[in-house]
């Protein structure tokens, strides 16, 4: 023991100092959280918007078991499908003309996927549709959701057309633009020209109730979230008016299918926060995450049915400008894609 | 031994570099999907790189741009213009401006400098009506440069707004113009008529028909007079749009979709006022905008860079489509006054070489809806 030390300060001054196996595994285990940290504080704020979005309740109604207006239906069902899922995908104007949730599903398309055989089948309903409500009565389908809500809409939908829905995926204006936007854009061979000199100039307005003038050219191009939004809206221009608007909006979905699937896991944060609080669904965080990787197996064109209910399916005349279903022709068809 | 002190600096650094370069690491994997497209100007040339002849203009985000010995020179602002189109003498050009509410067609020098404006589509000062103001769009001067064709919506009927192909005189106004393509309630309802190009003969045009199921396709139609109703040069099923006339009036490339979300490029004769057998001669890209080079050394055209994405600038030499004729087989040439020299000994011959399209830019993003333009 040297001079002027003793033993409890060398212990104290060992008592400083770690040995080098501890301070390995010291070293080891910080790497390690630091990277849990840094991949938690990237995905975090993702992973927020996502639990906020999925999942979400959907307020039961007695009518969700389906109970079709019409059931002799001459098409015999078709056997079960392993793992099919149906999903009512609902498009929303939320300007601030509507107070809170009661809004008007401008677009109601029923998507069945079946992994089993790679193939999706798209029903547009329209959305002047008159028929019996879950929320009681008879009205325009696109009034369910703002009586009712998501529920109200979903029970709707599956009474009337005899369907099971599995859950629905709502998305507002605003969100359509961002979701596009952030996938950056989308290509597509416009139909045609899509004039109309009255499209309504309510979206980062204070005035709701104004018109704009839109001009999307035909031909193939790439389109951004804004015009991508004027095709898929507008219907003044077009003879068909809902019908055509069906038909561009099932074809921009399809585009943005082929867009996403190019992204990555890192994109998410960026895709979130773009579409927070523009979009909900009744699909559980977990589901979807099944659900993401099959989007990149439906590749081939043939599988992937679409259906617009136009004439002979639905005529003119019923109350309000709406449209009378033909049910004993709807269903069938219904029947056939939607077993 | 190491310090407790000394331990605990070391791993606080640790961890603060490890953190970041996770997230920095995570962000670095995003895809490049949403990333903004380059202004061409920022582009600098690459050396030894392809290069286009004479001058080509096109638009992105509302400006015009030249191409020039690879170089891209913006024109304009970005301030709406698009579509630009030369004069048959390629001394000044034509170009669309287009604002909110309306769009009007303007003379440009080949700098970009306005010289004029030919029509005034803009609703009246005190006009409330949206409906009041007017589209002009794909203005064309025929060959004798006296008459401009133009895709302008007049008449309109309430909701219908339809283009229909226009003639106003060059030193003229919209209200001097005669319609050319008619619309009628057969055909109304569809975007109308648009992309005129002037010929000898009368005007190619496309035209937007209405089929059975109500699904709208379009079709190349010609016409020779103002006020009649035309024919169609190519079928329902073909979808084809985006008309390209070669320089010497022989051949049209065309845009085809056949119904579906495609966009192959197609070839095919020209007799005057018909077309002759189609030939693709791109099958594997989503094309846009075909342009024949003033020299017929190629076919220039837009397409996203595979899969999609911003339309780039491509380039599709004509030894791709018209190959070039094999070179003949050497006969044997009698010796005078001597036997007949060996015939040399027939060998296959090589498969001609696959011509692919070249890709000009990369990370551009050119309005595929804008035709271009191409100067000597």
Known sequence: ?339 | MIPRFLLGLFLALVMVFTGTSTYLFISSRQSRIAVAPLKPTAVAPTPHAFVLPGTLYLEQSGALYSLIAGRFHQLTPEEGWTQPSLFPDMKDMLAVKRSGFYSNVFVLNRFGHALGALTNNAAGKYSYDTGDNHWAFYPRLSLNEATVFLSYDSPKFGYEVDLSIWQMPYNGSIRQGRIWTDINDATGYTGGDVEPIPVPSGILFTKYVRQPDGSIFSQLWFTNSAGSYGRPLTGANEACADPSMSPDFHYVAMVCSYTKQLAYLVIAPWYGSSLGPRSVIISNQFVAQPIWAPDSSGIAFLAPTAPDGPFQLWFLPSQAYFPPAPSPVPTPTPLPGGPVAPSPSPSPAPPPPVIKPIQLTTDLGFDASSPLAWAP
């Open chain 1, 1 to 339: 023991v040297p001079l002027g030390s003793t033993p409890g300060r060398r212990a104290r001054a060992s008592r400083r100092r770690l040995s080098p196996i501890r301070s390995i595994v010291l070293t080891a285990v910080a790497i390690t959280l630091s990277v849990v940290a840094g991949g938690l504080s990237y995905f975090l704020p993702a992973a927020y918007t996502a639990v906020q979005a999925t999942g979400q309740v959907v307020s039961p109604f007695p009518s969700l078991s389906p109970t079709p207006l019409a059931t002799n239906s001459p098409t015999p069902p078709a056997p079960a499908q392993v793992g099919a899922f149906t999903i009512l995908l609902l498009g929303s104007d939320d300007d601030s003309k509507f107070q809170g949730d009661h809004v008007l599903t401008q677009s109601m398309i029923l998507v069945r996927i079946v992994p089993s055989t790679h193939s999706v089948t798209m029903l547009s309903i329209p959305r002047d549709l008159w028929a019996p409500l879950a929320t009681g009565g008879s009205g325009k389908m696109d009034w369910a959701y703002s009586y009712g809500g998501p529920g109200a809409a979903m029970a709707s939908v599956a009474q009337d057309f005899g369907v099971h829905i599995d859950g629905y995926i709502w998305v507002g204006l605003l969100g359509l633009i961002r979701l596009i936007d952030a996938i950056g854009g989308i290509d597509i061979v416009t139909t045609n020209p899509v004039l109309d000199d009255y499209y309504p100039l309510d979206i980062n307005t204070n005035s709701p109730y104004g018109y704009a003038r839109i001009a999307v050219l035909g031909g193939p191009q790439h389109l951004d979230g804004t015009h991508a939004l004027q095709y898929v809206r507008s219907r003044h221009n077009d003879i068909q008016s809902d019908f055509g608007r069906s038909r561009r909006q099932q074809q921009v979905l399809l585009a943005i299918r082929q867009k996403a699937k190019q992204l990555t896991a890192a994109d998410l944060p960026a895709l979130a926060a773009a579409i927070g609080g523009e979009l909900k669904t009744s699909i559980s965080l977990s589901r979807v995450a099944e659900l993401l990787p099959l989007a990149s197996s439906f590749d081939n064109p043939d599988a992937i049915h679409q259906i617009v209910l136009a004439s002979p399916y639905t005529r003119g005349g019923a109350p309000s400008g709406s449209l009378y279903g033909n049910w004993g022709l709807i269903l069938p068809l219904v029947h056939q894609y939607f077993p």
